[in-house]
């Protein structure tokens, strides 16, 4: 039994034309990881799922990422195989079309796991990673309108007034693109982000982080979205892929995952996506929107919603 899933991000999506075309952009992308899955692996088709989520402007990866409080782009991106443990990721990076495959060559072509910034681009450079501005008009224009009403609530010092921010502009928080697949030898789970709007010079979330936003073992893999900050200090990924050595099932253990943020940070917080090594996917989320797509054997097309 093999199995791809992949989402576009968790928070909530204002706009209601968006709904379908995000639906859309999910099924692309699982639909492009399937035909890799059929024909190869779960790591190709895990990083073309992501490659097209990046290159698709309506998501916060790649092409269309949000800005930083400084008006830059900084994407992290990370990619572990299941079986072998394997595992490489890129925080900081900028000037690169696709960070989920600058991660993949850090797996495969170094003997680290995460290179950060001015280093990641360097290494991206020297394995042929062309110069790239994955900046969009629109995501300069949201730039420039929230920095302008953060500045307007006074201090841009500490986040707390960055939640007030949220609170009135949720869809702030949509964020980050993954997959998770199991070509029936193995589970990969990867994921790439933007980050978070207006976030601050040099922050990193739980995408790049091994066992908070990416994790695959020989049991499962996982792929978090939302607050990066939740993530990490749950250990989420991983934490998910403990509920299914522990017995349960993809979906059973994206719930257990879910409830454990919304336990401790509250609604509003994460979203996650699982494979298990029998073929089971698993979705969860606490937010409004997470827009999921999932091929399986035996499905003729994909299934999706938000």
Request: with cysteine.
């Amino acid at each position: 039994m093999v199995a791809i899933i992949v989402h576009g991000g968790a928070g909530t999506i204002r706009k209601e034309e968006r709904i379908s075309q995000v639906i859309d952009g999910v099924k692309e992308a699982v639909l492009a990881g399937w035909h890799e899955l059929r024909g190869g692996s779960a790591l190709d088709a895990v990083e073309e799922a992501v490659k097209v989520l990046e290159d698709n402007p309506l998501f916060n990866a790649g092409t269309g990422s949000v800005l930083t409080l400084g008006g830059k782009v900084e994407m992290d991106a990370a990619i572990m195989r299941g079986k072998t443990l394997e595992a490489g990721a890129v925080a900081g990076i900028w000037g690169v079309k696709n960070p989920i495959s600058v991660a993949r060559k850090v797996m495969e072509k170094t003997d680290h796991v995460l290179l950060i910034g001015e280093g990641a681009v360097k290494f991206a450079r020297l394995l042929g990673f062309s110069g790239y501005d994955p900046r969009t008009e629109e995501r300069l224009n949201q730039w420039e309108e929230l920095r302008r009403r953060l500045l307007e609530k006074g201090e841009t010092r500490h986040w707390r007034k960055l939640n007030e921010l949220i609170k009135e502009y949720p869809e702030v928080l949509r964020s980050t693109v993954g997959a998770v697949a199991f070509d029936g030898e193995e589970v990969v789970a990867g994921t790439s982000t933007g980050g978070v709007f207006l976030k601050m010079f040099g922050r990193v979330g739980d995408t790049p982080i091994i066992g908070g936003g990416t994790y695959a073992n020989e049991v499962a893999g996982a792929s978090c979205t939302g607050l990066g900050e939740v993530a990490i200090k749950l250990a989420l990924a991983k934490s998910a892929t403990d509920f299914v050595r522990l017995g349960m099932d993809a979906q059973a253990a994206s719930e257990a995952a879910i409830n454990l943020a919304t336990k401790y940070f509250g609604k509003d917080t994460m979203g996650i996506i699982m494979v298990d090594s029998k073929g089971n996917v698993g979705f969860a989320k606490n937010t409004r929107h997470m827009s999921y797509a999932f091929m399986r054997d035996g499905m003729e097309k994909p299934e999706a919603g938000v």
